[in-house]
């Protein structure tokens, strides 16, 4: 199968009707411009990102990195990796982390996750796209927790009982103020990204006493 598709910036192609077997066939053939798929029982989703996307996924992937350090969280960052619940669901985070379940999967080349456990946080940007879509992969995947943030603000969705709630805090960084992340994401444009990471770095260090 020889694929055609190529969404421009901002746009997502919806496809229903598609089997599991040509999601992977995409996921091959597509693996090389930079597009993210999302599949859910037959139902797929094609988008690329855009500049916007790709600055706010950074940044916030930066600021978890941040948090752990200051606050002496272990993680192990595994950005964008494919995870597939075979003949049902299949994503690709905008970044994930492990934290809890680092030993199970720490070195492993290729992850499985009929063995292996889905990754404890994960991040999606909004800017150009809902996600919501994706929270049901993510339930399907056993993720523990999601932040989603939409240009505006940062929601934090937890898993219960295989629905996402909205949570007011992070279970990984208990006592700090995430949803407060969103006023520095949306400095992005405006400020210096080194001097906008060390001021984050200061700010983090002010909320817990450091």
Not at 122 to 147: F, H, K, P
Not at 148 to 168: K, P
Not at 177 to 205: C, G, H
Request: aromatic residues 8%; contains cysteine.
């Amino acid at each position: 199968m020889t694929a055609t598709l190529l969404a421009p910036p901002d746009e997502i192609i919806h496809l229903s009707g598609i089997s599991w077997k040509t999601y992977e066939t995409l996921l091959e053939e597509l693996s090389d411009r930079h597009l993210r798929l999302a599949y859910n029982r037959g139902n797929l989703e094609i988008m690329a990102p855009s500049p916007e996307h790709e600055l706010s996924k950074k940044l916030i992937g930066r600021f978890v990195e941040t948090l752990a350090e200051e606050t002496k969280v272990r993680i192990y960052p595994l950005g964008s990796t494919t995870f597939k619940r075979p003949q049902i669901s299949g994503v690709e985070p905008d970044e994930c982390f492990y934290i809890r379940k680092i030993a199970a999967v720490q070195g492993k080349k290729r992850l499985d996750l009929t063995e292996d456990p889905p990754p404890d946080l994960v991040l999606e940007i909004d800017v150009t796209s809902s996600s919501q879509n994706r929270l049901q992969v993510y339930a399907d995947l056993g993720v523990a927790e999601v932040w989603i943030y939409n240009g505006e603000s940062l929601v934090i969705q937890q898993l219960e009982n295989g629905v996402y709630i909205v949570s007011q805090t992070s279970q990984f960084f208990a006592n700090l103020p995430i949803s407060n992340i969103a006023s520095w994401l949306r400095q992005a444009n405006t400020m210096d990204y080194l001097e906008l990471v060390k001021t984050f770095q200061n700010w983090v260090r002010i909320q817990i006493g450091k």
